[in-house]
Structure formats: C-alpha cells, structure tokens
C-alpha cells in the first residue's frame, strides 16, 4: 500500500463558527440517536449491511445527514464492536466540511463529551499516486476517537483512493471530474473488507453512476451489492417538510406545505427533464452539469472585488446630469482604484452579458498573463441600470484596462445598441459584437469548459458566480446556460441567469480574438477620433451608501431614489 499521511506540522483545530450553516444550525436539543429523529427512508439506507450501496437520491432527502450519522457510530466503536475507520470524499471542499461537521455534532451528544472527541483537526494529507510516484498535498479535516479510528473528511478524490481502507463514502459521485475511475477505485477498496457507499443526485443517463446503478440492478456485482432510491416525493411522504419546519423553528401547515410544494416543483420553470432528474430521480439523456464543483473551486482561488451596482426604477427618473454625475462619482470611488491596481504590461479583454431590467448586467474583466492563464481581478454587476449609466461604466473600465486588446459583447436584444455604440468609439475590430445563438454556444462554451479542466481560469470566489456556473449545461447536444432563473444568493428578490457564465465565455472568446491594443490617453482628440472623457465635472449630491475605504470583496452600491 503506497503512503498517504497527514503532516503533523500542519494540523489546526477547526472552530464551531467555521462551519457551515448547515452544521451551525442543528438545535442545541437535537438527539441524533433519539426514536423517530431520521425519516424512514433515512432509517432504511443507514440500515443497508451490503460491502457496495449505490443510493441514487433527490436534492435534499437527507441522505448524506443520515449516512454520516451512521458512520459516526462505525468511527467510536472498538474493532471488536465492529468499529473501522471512515472516509469521506465529496465534489467540493464544503462538502467535506459539511459532512465533518456534522459528525462533530452527533459526537458530542452520543459521547456526552465537548472535549477531543469531537474537536475536528484540518491538516494537508499526503496523496502519493502509485503509477507516477508524485505526491501532493489537499486539505483534510478529521476527528480522531478513543476506539483508535477516525472519521477523515477528503476535499477531493485522492489519486490513490485504494490505499483508503475501512468504510468510504463518496458523496455526489455523479459530479467528480472521473466519476468512472472514482467508481473502479472504490470497488478495488473491497479486497482488503469494509462498505462502500456511492451517494448521488442524477447528472444524465450516460453518466458512470447511471450505469453503476444499473449494472448492480443487473446482478453484475454480486448479491452483496445494493441500490436504495430515494426520490423527492418520497422523503416528502416521509415528512421533509415538517422536518425542515422543525429545523426552523415553524410550526407546519397543510396550507403551507402544499405552498412549500409547489414553489420547489415550480422553480424549474419549463425545466421538466431537470426536474425530474433532480427531484424524482429520472436521469436526463444529456450530460447534465458540464463543470465539476471541483474545477469551479479550483479556478476560485481568492475573494476578490465584486463591484455590484444596483438601482430602483426611480433612478432613470432623475435629471439625465443627476445620473451621469452620481456614476461618475461610483467610478472614481469603486472602479478606478481597481483599474490603477492592474499589471500595465500585460493584455486586458473583457466580456459583456448585457441585461438591462430583469436580470444582471455583467462586465468581466481579464488579465492574460505570461503563461496565457485567464486571470479575473474583479467583476462588475448591476441590475437596473439604465444604458446610458452602462456605457459610462464600461468605457470607463475600457479606457483604464492596461494594453486593452479589445472585449466581446452581447449584442442580441437591448445589448445591441450599447455594443454598437462601443464599437463606434473604440474600433470594430477591437470590440466583437455577438448575437448568442446555439452555434456559438456550441463552439464557444466547450472551450471555457476546457479552459476550467486545463486550469487556465482564476476567478474570484463568489457563491452567486459558482452557482451561474453550475448552471450551464447540455441542452439537446449543446452546452449552454438553459432558459431557468435562479435567485440571487446575496439578494433573493433578484433573479439570475447565468450572468457569470455567459460573460465569462464571452470573456474567454476576446481572449482568443485580440485585434490590436487600446491605449486612451485623454488629450482632447486622439488619432482615431475619440474624444477625452472630462466627465460631468463635478461628483454631484448623490453618494454610495458602503465605506468605499472597507477592505471586502464585494461591494455594493443600492440605491432607493
């Protein structure tokens, strides 16, 4: 067995406030060992004995709650009691902690103890990939228990997964970047003893999981392998929502139940196969998502600026000086010290996703660096922002980007005038005015996806972009971001669709479609015609409500007139 081992030296104690709001959440009276605490379906997977369990879920049912409840039981037993050590491996590094978390929590109650039992210890774990040799490093969290064993929660499939021996979880199976060598790895896991537990929401029909659901219906891996489905509607029967009240603090109607119902089966809009897919388990013919969690957290490296400017209907009401005057003043308070932050000797592009009421309005940025990596220094999104206070932004951002190549913009619907407007001022060649169809998705989104596989994205890590970009996915053959609205994680009043993602890959295109370098130098007329832009000359009545001197990533800007 090849070695994989944690570095002592860097071992630090996860705090309870670290923790998700998941975790943090759980009453303070909650007894996970308590009659009648899991639902049925929870109590009937937890009850599974087989060596392989593949359980194939809806969003939601509280299948991963229950597993790792189970599993905190396997980790404090003796081996004599049957006790083995345990290891979960999830798409995302939240996960890991998600699930860590909440094994801390039934630890403390089962053992009645707040002490070492149930502190959980984060530290880089040594993957030595037994073909090449090579080591590296990922982040782990792990609680340690008197019986000897631990429960060690794994931030991302290690490349040698069958050195894991004893109980392994693999949780979202269906969105790991190999969902084929994750299920191949596991199965090997079984000559040394111990469970597997495959748990996954669908992600197409054509997916690994899919088929290793259907292959052990089929008998192919023996009678000691098992699939458990749990759908939406079934843990609803179960009492999912008087659970969810439960964890509220609310007190369940029928009234209210039939309305919780309904608006979770009505966000998919005309979304059906989605839907079903997700809530009743039917998996679609298409791929489904088409970038892994992992590749979205990998390329989010650091909290960078989110400039949001978001407006009332009343603003476009204001003297047509009023409002050039307060985005002046927005300007020069919030985008131009980012401006004067960018590398002058690189390339700068951007992309555009042009939304004018409905939903946001995205302007990306990008730095190329020497190494051709696609670097985001921040990004700017406004909701309501009438076209005029558009253009000021984003010949603003134009003329302050260092060695501007050029940008690519939406130019369908509303979008057309702005881009066109752009065009004008600063050069046909230099800025690609696009009508999104499904040909250019089909061309251009596969080669932003690439870029994310490849590792040549750095992206500010924001829930709203991860969630945008999740959303992409193959529709009829095609990936592209499908017609449904999500809400905004920051402000659920506001709708999105996909904004990051499509201005990205716009982004992406002016990456690969530089005509030349823009360099503005505001001397009255330069050689191509462009006027100096002197502004309204004044920063006008109207101020920004956040401290433009406070050092957060996003920063916004909402304004009731």
Same mark, same amino acid.
């Given at each position: #067995?090849?070695?994989?081992?944690?570095?002592?030296?860097?071992?630090? /104690?996860?705090?309870?406030?670290?923790?998700?709001?998941? *975790?943090?959440?759980?009453?303070?009276?909650?007894?996970?060992?308590?009659?009648?605490?899991?639902?049925?379906?929870?109590?009937?997977?937890?009850?599974?004995?087989?060596?392989?369990?593949?359980?194939?879920?809806?969003?939601?049912?509280?299948?991963?709650?229950?597993?790792?409840?189970?599993?905190? &039981?396997?980790?404090?037993?003796?081996?004599?009691?049957?006790?083995?050590?345990?290891?979960?491996?999830?798409?995302?590094? +939240?996960?890991?902690?998600?699930?860590?978390?909440?094994?801390?929590?039934?630890?403390?109650?089962?053992?009645?103890?707040?002490?070492?039992?149930?502190?959980?210890?984060?530290?880089?774990?040594?993957?030595?990939?037994? +073909?090449?040799?090579?080591?590296?490093?990922?982040?782990?969290?792990?609680?340690?228990?008197?019986?000897?064993?631990?429960?060690?929660?794994?931030?991302?499939?290690?490349?040698?997964?069958?050195?894991?021996?004893?109980?392994?979880?693999?949780?979202?199976?269906?969105?790991?970047?190999?969902?084929?060598?994750?299920?191949?790895?596991?199965?090997? @896991?079984?000559?040394?003893?111990?469970?597997?537990?495959?748990?996954?929401?669908?992600?197409?029909?054509?997916?690994?999981?899919?088929?290793?659901?259907?292959?052990?219906?089929?008998?192919?891996?023996?009678?000691?392998?098992?699939?458990?489905?749990?759908?939406?509607?079934?843990?609803?029967?179960?009492?999912?929502?008087?659970?969810?009240?439960? #964890?509220?603090?609310?007190?369940?109607? /029928?009234?209210?139940?039939?309305?919780?119902?309904?608006?979770?089966?009505?966000?998919?809009?005309?979304?059906?196969?989605? #839907?079903?897919?997700?809530?009743?388990?039917?998996?679609?013919?298409?791929?489904? /998502?088409?970038?892994?969690?992992?590749?979205?957290?990998?390329?989010?490296?650091?909290?960078?600026? *989110?400039?949001?400017?978001?407006?009332?209907?009343?603003?476009?009401?204001?003297?047509?000086?009023?409002?050039?005057?307060? @985005?002046?003043?927005?300007?020069?308070?919030?985008?131009?010290?980012?401006?004067?932050?960018?590398?002058?000797?690189?390339?700068?592009?951007?992309?555009?996703?042009?939304?004018? =009421?409905?939903?946001?309005?995205?302007?990306?940025?990008?730095?190329? +660096?020497?190494?051709?990596?696609?670097?985001?220094?921040?990004?700017?999104?406004? =909701?309501?922002?009438?076209?005029?206070?558009?253009?000021? *932004?984003? %010949?603003?951002?134009?003329?302050?980007?260092?060695?501007?190549?050029?940008?690519?913009?939406?130019?369908?619907?509303?979008?057309?005038?702005?881009?066109?407007?752009?065009?004008?001022?600063?050069?046909?060649?230099?800025? =690609?005015?696009?009508?999104?169809?499904?040909?250019?998705?089909?061309? %251009?989104?596969?080669?932003?996806?690439?870029?994310?596989?490849?590792?040549?994205?750095?992206?500010?890590?924001?829930?709203?972009?991860?969630?945008?970009?999740?959303?992409?996915?193959?529709?009829?053959?095609?990936? !592209?971001?499908?017609?449904?609205?999500?809400?905004?994680?920051?402000?659920?009043?506001? !709708?999105?669709?996909?904004?990051?993602?499509?201005?990205?890959?716009?982004?992406?295109?002016?990456? &690969?479609?530089?005509?030349?370098?823009?360099?503005?130098?505001? *001397?009255?007329?330069?050689?191509?015609?462009? =006027?100096?832009?002197?502004?309204?000359?004044?920063?006008?009545?109207?101020?920004?409500?956040?401290?433009?001197?406070?050092?957060?990533?996003?920063?916004?800007?909402?304004?009731?007139?």
């Amino acid at each position: #067995m090849a070695a994989i081992k944690p570095l002592a030296s860097t071992i630090r /104690v996860i705090e309870w406030e670290e923790l998700p709001p998941s *975790v943090r959440e759980i009453p303070a009276n909650f007894n996970p060992v308590a009659e009648g605490v899991l639902m049925l379906h929870q109590r009937q997977a937890v009850a599974l004995t087989h060596s392989i369990i593949a359980i194939p879920k809806g969003r939601r049912t509280g299948i991963t709650f229950a597993v790792m409840l189970r599993k905190t &039981l396997v980790a404090a037993a003796s081996r004599e009691a049957g006790g083995d050590n345990v290891y979960y491996i999830g798409d995302t590094k +939240e996960k890991g902690l998600e699930a860590i978390g909440y094994c801390a929590r039934f630890s403390r109650v089962i053992a009645r103890a707040q002490g070492e039992v149930s502190q959980i210890e984060e530290f880089l774990f040594e993957d030595q990939d037994p +073909e090449t040799g090579k080591s590296k490093f990922i982040t782990a969290y792990r609680i340690r228990y008197a019986s000897g064993h631990q429960i060690c929660a794994l931030s991302s499939r290690p490349a040698n997964i069958r050195g894991l021996q004893g109980h392994v979880v693999i949780d979202e199976a269906a969105f790991h970047q190999n969902v084929q060598e994750v299920i191949d790895a596991a199965t090997a @896991l079984l000559i040394w003893g111990g469970q597997i537990t495959v748990i996954s929401s669908q992600n197409g029909r054509k997916n690994p999981f899919a088929q290793f659901c259907r292959d052990i219906e089929a008998g192919r891996y023996g009678e000691d392998a098992v699939v458990y489905q749990v759908s939406f509607d079934q843990a609803v029967a179960n009492g999912l929502y008087e659970r969810v009240c439960w #964890m509220k603090g609310e007190t369940p109607t /029928v009234e209210g139940k039939a309305k919780w119902y309904a608006k979770i089966r009505n966000g998919y809009g005309v979304r059906k196969s989605a #839907m079903r897919e997700e809530l009743d388990v039917i998996p679609r013919d298409g791929n489904g /998502v088409c970038i892994p969690g992992v590749w979205i957290e990998a390329a989010m490296t650091e909290e960078r600026p *989110v400039l949001r400017l978001l407006l009332d209907d009343d603003f476009v009401r204001r003297p047509k000086n009023e409002r050039a005057s307060y @985005l002046d003043d927005w300007i020069k308070r919030y985008l131009k010290p980012l401006l004067d932050k960018l590398p002058k000797d690189r390339t700068h592009v951007f992309g555009q996703d042009f939304a004018r =009421h409905r939903d946001f309005s995205l302007i990306v940025p990008i730095t190329i +660096e020497q190494a051709l990596k696609r670097v985001i220094p921040f990004v700017i999104e406004m =909701h309501k922002v009438p076209h005029a206070q558009q253009q000021q *932004v984003l %010949w603003a951002l134009i003329r302050g980007l260092p060695r501007c190549g050029g940008g690519a913009m939406d130019a369908g619907g509303n979008g057309e005038g702005l881009a066109e407007a752009t065009a004008d001022e600063f050069g046909h060649t230099l800025i =690609h005015q696009l009508k999104l169809s499904r040909q250019w998705y089909g061309t %251009w989104m596969p080669k932003m996806i690439q870029g994310f596989e490849d590792g040549q994205i750095d992206t500010p890590r924001d829930d709203n972009h991860q969630a945008d970009l999740r959303s992409i996915e193959e529709v009829d053959g095609i990936a !592209m971001v499908p017609a449904l609205r999500t809400a905004d994680i920051k402000e659920p009043d506001l !709708m999105r669709h996909g904004d990051f993602a499509i201005a990205l890959c716009l982004g992406w295109f002016a990456t &690969l479609n530089i005509g030349g370098a823009i360099e503005y130098t505001p *001397v009255g007329k330069s050689e191509g015609g462009r =006027h100096e832009d002197k502004g309204s000359g004044q920063i006008g009545r109207f101020r920004n409500r956040p401290n433009p001197n406070a050092d957060i990533p996003a920063i916004e800007s909402k304004r009731s007139w």
